[in-house]
């Protein structure tokens, strides 16, 4: 089973700032990389797939980068909607898809 | 536009069960993988079970391996999840989630509370 590491576990950023969130996989994953955001009360939101391509609807100020078992999302300027939890998910090593435990980006 | 509604949630005993459904619209069911995840309130995302699009290959996590079935019925557009053998660690909100890989779209949840 893969183990996907999120880092920080909480970043404090103010609006407007660069926010950079890191996901590490224990095992090679290629570019098979999942990012959700999740705010209270909702479901899990897509937002990067494939590393790198953004879901749909989904607005320019968010990346994704990486390969192999490196990977970020970054946010180039926080809006206040941007407030909220992150979550990687892997889907190269089957069974099963996990998922990391998570970045919460709070208002600094 | 795509809509999963889950249903069938509750308070049950441990050692009880519960068929959790969910509802799919907006797309034609019979051409997606589904699946689900869970999530403990507070915690982060467990991947739980999956199945493919025609129903006959369904895959778990190894902790309800043997006591949750997941199944769908197209033409009924219902995806569902039986829990067997519950447990007070199964306590979490359940999402249906489509898509067999990476999920584009997700439902609300069915919060599932296994207690005495």
């Known amino acids: 089973e893969t183990m996907m590491t999120q880092s920080p576990p909480t970043l404090s950023v103010s609006p407007g700032e660069r926010a950079t969130l890191s996901c590490r996989a224990s095992l090679e994953i290629s570019t098979n990389l999942a990012w959700y955001q999740q705010k209270p009360g909702q479901a899990p939101r897509l937002l990067i797939y494939?590393?790198?391509t953004r879901a749909t609807g989904v607005p320019a100020r968010f990346s994704g980068s990486g390969s192999g078992t490196e990977f970020t999302l970054t946010i180039s300027s926080l809006q206040s909607e941007d407030f909220a939890v992150y979550y990687c998910q892997e889907y190269y090593n089957w069974p099963p898809w996990t998922f990391g435990q998570g970045t919460k980006v709070e208002i600094k | 536009e795509v809509q999963l509604v889950e249903s069938g949630g509750g308070l049950v005993h441990p050692g009880g069960s519960l068929r959790l459904s969910c509802a799919a619209s907006g797309f034609t069911l019979s051409d997606y993988w589904m699946q689900w995840v869970r999530q403990v309130p507070g915690k982060g995302l467990m991947w739980v079970s999956r199945i493919n699009r025609d129903g006959s290959s369904g895959a778990y996590a190894e902790s309800v391996r043997g006591r949750f079935t997941i199944s769908r019925d197209n033409a009924k557009n219902t995806v569902y999840l039986q829990m067997d053998s519950l447990r007070v660690e199964d306590t979490a909100m359940y999402y249906c989630a489509r898509g067999g890989s990476y999920s584009p779209d997700w439902g609300q949840g069915t919060l599932v509370t296994v207690s005495s």
């Open positions: 494939g590393a790198s």
